[in-house]
């Protein structure tokens, strides 16, 4: 089943307002918790997809069991953009659809992992930090791409990680998950430590380059926005 998602009320409309509530949330991260150890639990992915012809966005969350990776439940939901590209706000898109996927799951969703930053955000609250603090879950931030940030060159083997610096500051790791592969970039979200965010990436890699989290979450989100596309749109505010 999916949900169909209204902008809520109040949600930011101008850049001005969005970057108001990053400074008003951002100091509501957590950053001094370890959060749950890899393998325990359930972990839970979740991503968005966008279907700018019919002004649409997909989000979906898939829980797996931590030890084994196997899916254990999934929730998809469906609205309008809820906000302008803007680089730095794209939470601003994507929270009022990712948070109904995550409310309609029938269990709770453990550690989740977003297909984005946390941490290693120009303004430091990127979407898994967002998320965090808004629903108190421990969230991770696992980006394809290194943003605006720079690291050295990491070795080859799998586990490799290189410092993911703004200046001085660490703000992530670039984390190798395949041998001689290029890396994932992972940060904290809210309520997990940076090390213990890469072992738990590390653990949800056995086989692919990205998290099975990201994979699940992908591949679900997109089927929701086919099939959103081709029926009748949610309806807007």
């Not at 069991?65 to 609205?79: C, F, I, K, M, P």
């Not at 984005?116 to 965090?132: E, K, M, Q, T, V």
């Not at 072992?199 to 959103?228: F, I, K, M, N, S």
């Amino acid at each position: 089943m999916t949900t169909t998602v209204r902008i809520p009320a109040g949600w930011p409309a101008t850049e001005e307002q969005a970057r108001a509530v990053q400074d008003e949330l951002r100091g509501r991260v957590v950053l001094d918790e370890p959060g749950p150890p890899p393998g325990t639990g359930r972990v839970t992915g979740v991503d968005v997809a966008y279907d700018d012809e019919h002004d649409l966005v997909a989000a979906a969350a898939v829980v797996l069991d931590a030890a084994s990776l196997d899916v254990v439940a999934e929730a998809t939901a469906v609205g309008r953009v809820s906000f302008p590209y803007v680089p730095g706000l794209l939470a601003f898109r994507e929270i009022p659809t990712v948070r109904a996927a995550l409310d309609a799951l029938p269990c709770p969703p453990g550690v989740v992992v977003c297909d984005g930053y946390g941490l290693a955000h120009p303004r430091r609250f990127g979407l898994a930090s967002h998320l965090g603090v808004l629903t108190g879950l421990p969230t991770i931030g696992v980006a394809k791409n290194p943003f605006t940030f720079t690291h050295d060159d990491l070795a080859d083997p799998r586990g490799s990680t290189a410092a993911l610096l703004a200046g001085d500051e660490e703000v992530g790791r670039a984390l190798r998950t395949r041998d001689g592969v290029k890396p994932v970039y992972v940060s904290v979200g809210h309520r997990v430590s940076l090390d213990n965010a890469c072992a738990h990436v590390l653990h949800l890699t056995p086989r692919y380059r990205l998290p099975e989290t990201t994979r699940h979450a992908d591949a679900l989100c997109r089927q929701a926005l086919r099939g959103a596309a081709g029926g009748d749109p949610p309806p807007g505010e």
